[in-house]
T-cell receptor
Framework: EAQVTQNPRYLITVTGKKLTVTCSQN?????MSWYRQDPGLGLRQIYY???????DKGDVPEGYKVSRKEKRNFPLILESPSPNQTSLYFC????????????FGNGTRLTVT | AQTVTQSQPEMSVQEAETVTLSCTYD???????LFWYKQPPSRQMILVIR??????QNATENRFSVNFQKAAKSFSLKISDSQLGDAAMYFC????????????????FGEGTQLTVNP
């Protein structure tokens, strides 16, 4: 089954404790991205990747890191989480940059206390 | 930068009736793609419908159709014969078709419209 797998689904952590949210897709998609969803703001792009070893900042990259060492994996790293990073996070992939739809993971609800 | 605006934070509709969700966007580009995504309480993001800006014909997917007005930069979603399962948050999204490498990489979302379907 074609899917984007994102883990964990829920995560509660404390300020400053490094964490990683994993994302993997099995569709051989070149394009992958991370979004955060906040009430009243919709989804905003954090980082994206056009292919292996090619990543770039989205609209809200501060406080986040990513890596793309393999085509299928695109982890999101919070080196020192802060309460303002409490949010719902989505990983997404697509075949290309055009009208190909984004395939989303099931989301990670992160709470930073 | 492109912006997408959904001016209706909440909408409600009676089961079997028709409802229209509005979306406007701001762009200086002539070629782009527009999408509507649905997010039910399970929080899964589901593609509802998509439209290429170069196509004049409005996209249709079963009970879902769009009214694409390029000059007005408007992209509304019409849901006919509303069902209880249509209750969800709906997001409008824009994606550039620019050939510039980074320009086509971002999907810009609106704020969302929460749709309630009343039995």
């Amino acid at each position: 089954e074609a899917q984007v797998t994102q883990n964990p689904r829920y995560l509660i952590t404390v300020t400053g404790k490094k964490l990683t949210v994993t994302c993997s897709q099995n569709m051989n998609h070149e394009y992958m991205s991370w979004y955060r969803q906040d009430p009243g703001l919709g989804l905003r792009q954090i980082y994206y990747s056009m292919n292996v070893e090619v990543t770039d900042k989205g609209d809200v990259p501060e406080g986040y890191k990513v890596s793309r060492k393999e085509k299928r994996n695109f982890p999101l790293i919070l080196e020192s989480p802060s309460p303002n990073q409490t949010s719902l996070y989505f990983c997404a992939s697509s075949r290309d940059r055009g009208n190909s739809p984004l395939h989303f993971g099931n989301g990670t609800r992160l709470t930073v206390t | 930068a492109q912006t997408v605006t959904q001016s209706q934070p909440e909408m409600s509709v009676q089961e079997a009736e028709t409802v229209t969700l509005s979306c406007t966007y701001d762009t200086s580009e002539s070629d782009y793609y527009l999408f509507w995504y649905k997010q039910p309480p399970s929080r899964q993001m589901i593609l509802v419908i998509r439209q290429e800006a170069y196509k004049q014909q409005n996209a249709t997917e079963n009970r879902f159709s769009v009214n694409f007005q390029k000059a007005a930069k408007s992209f509304s979603l019409k849901i006919s014969d509303s069902q209880l399962g249509d209750a969800a948050m709906y997001f409008c999204a824009y994606r550039s078709a620019s050939s510039v490498l980074t320009s086509g990489s971002r999907l810009t979302f609106g704020e969302g419209t929460q749709l309630t379907v009343n039995p």
